[in-house]
Structure formats: C-alpha cells, structure tokens
C-alpha cells in the first residue's frame, strides 16, 4: 500500500497516521473507522493556493463540499481560506452550523428546489452557480421579491467530457447539467441574466469529469468557454468577471493511476486562459476540487473476521465494514490498496480478496490484495478513502456508519462519532395501529392453558 502524508510504519511494524499509532486507534475507537491526516488536507489546498499564486492571476480555490462535509471538515476549509461549494440544503446547514461565512459558500445542483433557493437567499449565500432556465427565472424572481440581485455563474457543458487517462469531445452535449453551447443556450441564457432584475451575472461555469490525469480537457473547455465570453463582451457589452473551471483532479488510489502534481493541472489552466483571452481581460479564475483534496488523506481501518479459502480459485477474508461505509468498489469498480495496520513490516505471503460483510455478492472491497498472512483479529487498512466514502455512506442491513478522527501531531480528535443502535432508529415511527398490544398475564395463563 503506497503511503501518502504522514502515514509510515513506526517502529512497531504498526501503521501510523498523523503521529497516531492505528493499531492503539483500534482499540480506543473500536473499527470500521475513517481515520483522516489533517496535515494532507491543509497541505493539499495550499498546493493548490500556491499554485494559483505563482501564475499572477486572480482566483479563488473552493472546496467540493461532497467529496466530505462535516462540522470539522468546514472548519478546516474556512482556516484555509478557501470558498465552499454545497448542493443541498444539509451541506449548507453544516456549513453554517460549522460557522462558514454564507458570502464565501456558493450553490451548485441541477435541481435545487424552491426551498434550497429560498434558505440560500434568506441566510445570503454567495452565489448560485444557475443550471437551467427553470432556475434562472425562478432565482429571478424570489430575488426580486426580496428586492435584492442574487449573484450568479452559469453552468455551462462545453462538449469536452474527461476521463482519467483521456477526454472525449461530444457533439450533442447530452447532459443533465447545465446549458450547452452548439444551440446557442449558453448565450441565451447569459442574455437573459443581463435583463433580469434579480439577477447579476459574474461569469461562466463547467466541470468536466472527474479523476483527470491529463490537462487537454481543461485546455480544451477553457478554449470554448473563453470563445463564449468574447461573444458575449461583443453583442451583449457583458465582461466576465468569474471564470469557474470546475474540480476533477486526480489522485493516486494505485499504481496504475498516475497524477499529475498539483502545479501541473494549475499550469494549464493558466497556459488556456491567457491563450483564450488573448487581448482581452482576464476573469478571476475559479477552481473547485473535492477529491485531489480530501481523498488521499483518508484511510479506513477494519477488522478481519471470518476466512474462506475456494480451493484452486481464491481466499476471501471478511472485514467488519463494506459497501455500506465505501460504496465505491459496487458503484464504480474502484480499485484500493490495503495494508495489515498491525503488521506493516512483515512480507507479503499470499493474495486474498476482501469482502464486506453484508448481503450482497458484489460486496467486495478489493478483488486480489498482497498481504501477509491473514488472521483473525488482524487490522486491514485501505488507503485513499477520504473522499465521497463518509458523504456516500448509508445504512444498508441497518450497519451503523463508522466514526471519523481526524489524527494530526500525534493526537487522535474524534470529529463523528460511531452510529449507536438506537441512532439506527430515531426516524422510525411505529403507528398506533402496529404498536405491541399489552398482554396481561392471565390472558397469556389463558392461552397456554388452551393450548395445553
Ligand atoms: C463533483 C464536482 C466537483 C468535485 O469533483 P472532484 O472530482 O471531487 O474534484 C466539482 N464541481 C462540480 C460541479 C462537481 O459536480
């Protein structure tokens, strides 16, 4: 398993994280559990903060709030200085319980509803990045109802869609998010803005994929897209202000993913826009990471129950967690490297697959892992689980959600707790109807009696 941050074996042979010894973790916490290395999320947004500020333009770094959101996570993106993007009501909710400035929070979602438009405005989040027409009028008009102008980006498909190791160009654009280019909505709907009263745009948005390793994608939309501010600067008078090139950056859940640093991804986007605004002013440029952020710097620590050897085929061990706390391996064929905590010094001695513990087969963590030889009550660590992990966990088979420490200088702080049994049952309601009826002692002498 490669280490990333603070992670490294100590001289215990455990794996440690932050100065924290995961096998001590274990025990004081109990397992599953998200262990996150603060010092890799700080040091990821301020590679990204850096970056920005060796090219000379204006920008601004945000943070994906989907990729991880709780309390301590805000927090930390706030003391960065970072902006925040949510796209539900609960991701604002924590971030204004976790304190965040509602100027620095924008809104993103292809779908808020009137309610997520109407707390946005009555709490004076930042900035909607607006996804279709049906939003445009109706931000419009509750803005204007308040008698106040609800700044706005549009979202915008370029027709460049990236994939980690390549882009593809597609025509038609087909796409639930945002408004496209090839029939002249994009410039539609920026003319539209410019009448509105309750609105004043700032500029354009797009987000092109996800788990990029090249830089063409960018290169290619921010071409379009600077194509699209001209034509706006020329018939509608109207100057970019913001220019929002979306989050996607890869990071390196094994060996065959290869990212790029940081810098490089920074470097092009820089290169595309003086290129493509060429002449004209340059917008402050906008970025908005989620997982080359938080991604790397979580690790989920399990405990290994039950072994099955299919002779001639392969071994599964079982861990006490699965698809419920990582979904990822079910939803995308994620691949993950994974490491004994307890034992990280001793060689590799066999190749097992790793599986969840609910019912369902493509519960499977990892297919074909190198581990020493696995025991009962060994610790399995699977690196790279920071980022869409926790914010995609759920409940299935009624498996309670792990807690997360974030573990920083040799401290372990416990930032969600562990679900409880009866947190499992806070929503339900049992009706009148269903509830148990009482039944008295000499009803039951009744019935055993009959029975008898
Ligand atoms: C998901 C998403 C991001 C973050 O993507 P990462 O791959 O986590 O960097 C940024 N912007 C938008 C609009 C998104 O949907």
Redesign the pocket.
Same mark, same amino acid.
């Given at each position: 398993m490669y280490l990333h941050g603070t992670s490294r074996i100590n001289e215990q042979g455990h794996l440690e994280i932050g100065g924290c010894d995961t096998v001590k973790l274990a025990e004081q916490f109990g397992t599953p559990l998200y262990m996150v290395d603060e010092a890799h999320i700080r040091n990821r947004m301020r590679q990204f903060v850096t970056a920005f500020q060796k090219t000379g333009l204006a920008f601004q770094v945000a943070y994906?709030s989907?990729?991880f959101s709780t309390l301590a996570m805000n927090r930390i993106v706030e003391e960065e200085g970072l902006l925040l993007?949510v796209?539900s009501d609960g991701e604002l909710y924590t971030a204004l319980q976790a304190g965040f400035p509602p100027d620095r929070i924008y809104f993103?979602g292809n779908n808020k509803t009137l309610s997520e438009l109407e707390m946005a405005l009555e709490v004076g989040v930042g900035l909607f990045?607006v996804d279709n027409f049906t939003e445009l009028s109706l931000l419009d008009r509750l803005a204007t109802t308040r008698g106040s102008k609800a700044r706005i980006l549009l979202?915008t498909t370029p027709g460049v869609e990236a994939h980690t190791h390549d882009y593809i160009q597609t025509g038609q654009e087909d796409s639930k +998010?945002g408004f496209d280019y090839l029939s002249g909505q994009v410039f539609q709907a920026a003319q539209l803005a410019l009448s509105s009263s309750g609105l004043e745009l700032l500029g354009f948005?797009c987000?092109i994929g996800?788990?990029i390793f090249e830089t063409e994608g960018f290169s290619l939309a921010i071409g379009k897209m600077a194509d699209l501010c001209k034509e706006c600067q020329n018939s509608l008078g109207f100057q970019t202000k913001v220019l929002n090139v979306?989050?996607? +950056?890869g990071i390196r859940y094994n060996d065959r993913d290869q990212p790029l640093p940081v810098a490089k991804y920074v470097e092009a986007i820089e290169r595309g826009v003086r290129i493509g605004f060429h002449g004209m002013d340059i917008p402050e440029i906008w970025v908005?990471?989620?997982?080359?952020i938080v991604g790397e710097a979580g690790t989920t620590l399990y405990t290994v129950g039950t072994m099955k050897e299919v002779p001639g085929v392969r071994k599964y061990i079982s861990v006490d967690g699965g698809m419920n706390d990582n979904p990822r391996p079910a939803l995308y064929q994620a691949n993950y490297e994974a490491m004994l905590a307890n034992r990280g010094a001793e060689p590799v001695a066999e190749t097992v697959s790793v599986a969840g513990k609910l019912c369902e087969s493509g519960d499977m963590l990892i297919w074909d892992v190198s581990l020493p030889q696995v025991k009962n009550g060994d610790l399995l660590a699977v690196s790279c689980t920071g980022?869409?992990n926790y914010s995609m966990a759920n409940n299935y088979n009624r498996v309670r959600r792990p807690a997360v420490v974030f573990l920083r200088e040799g401290v372990a702080d416990l930032i969600v707790r562990r679900e409880s049994l009866a947190d499992l049952l806070q929503n339900d309601q049992l009706p009148e109807r269903l509830k148990r009826k009482e039944v008295s002692v000499t009803d039951k002498d009744a019935v055993l009696e009959t029975e008898g």
């Amino acid at each position: 398993m490669y280490l990333h941050g603070t992670s490294r074996i100590n001289e215990q042979g455990h794996l440690e994280i932050g100065g924290c010894d995961t096998v001590k973790l274990a025990e004081q916490f109990g397992t599953p559990l998200y262990m996150v290395d603060e010092a890799h999320i700080r040091n990821r947004m301020r590679q990204f903060v850096t970056a920005f500020q060796k090219t000379g333009l204006a920008f601004q770094v945000a943070y994906a709030s989907k990729a991880f959101s709780t309390l301590a996570m805000n927090r930390i993106v706030e003391e960065e200085g970072l902006l925040l993007d949510v796209v539900s009501d609960g991701e604002l909710y924590t971030a204004l319980q976790a304190g965040f400035p509602p100027d620095r929070i924008y809104f993103h979602g292809n779908n808020k509803t009137l309610s997520e438009l109407e707390m946005a405005l009555e709490v004076g989040v930042g900035l909607f990045v607006v996804d279709n027409f049906t939003e445009l009028s109706l931000l419009d008009r509750l803005a204007t109802t308040r008698g106040s102008k609800a700044r706005i980006l549009l979202r915008t498909t370029p027709g460049v869609e990236a994939h980690t190791h390549d882009y593809i160009q597609t025509g038609q654009e087909d796409s639930k +998010f945002g408004f496209d280019y090839l029939s002249g909505q994009v410039f539609q709907a920026a003319q539209l803005a410019l009448s509105s009263s309750g609105l004043e745009l700032l500029g354009f948005h797009c987000h092109i994929g996800s788990q990029i390793f090249e830089t063409e994608g960018f290169s290619l939309a921010i071409g379009k897209m600077a194509d699209l501010c001209k034509e706006c600067q020329n018939s509608l008078g109207f100057q970019t202000k913001v220019l929002n090139v979306g989050g996607g +950056f890869g990071i390196r859940y094994n060996d065959r993913d290869q990212p790029l640093p940081v810098a490089k991804y920074v470097e092009a986007i820089e290169r595309g826009v003086r290129i493509g605004f060429h002449g004209m002013d340059i917008p402050e440029i906008w970025v908005e990471p989620g997982r080359s952020i938080v991604g790397e710097a979580g690790t989920t620590l399990y405990t290994v129950g039950t072994m099955k050897e299919v002779p001639g085929v392969r071994k599964y061990i079982s861990v006490d967690g699965g698809m419920n706390d990582n979904p990822r391996p079910a939803l995308y064929q994620a691949n993950y490297e994974a490491m004994l905590a307890n034992r990280g010094a001793e060689p590799v001695a066999e190749t097992v697959s790793v599986a969840g513990k609910l019912c369902e087969s493509g519960d499977m963590l990892i297919w074909d892992v190198s581990l020493p030889q696995v025991k009962n009550g060994d610790l399995l660590a699977v690196s790279c689980t920071g980022a869409y992990n926790y914010s995609m966990a759920n409940n299935y088979n009624r498996v309670r959600r792990p807690a997360v420490v974030f573990l920083r200088e040799g401290v372990a702080d416990l930032i969600v707790r562990r679900e409880s049994l009866a947190d499992l049952l806070q929503n339900d309601q049992l009706p009148e109807r269903l509830k148990r009826k009482e039944v008295s002692v000499t009803d039951k002498d009744a019935v055993l009696e009959t029975e008898g």
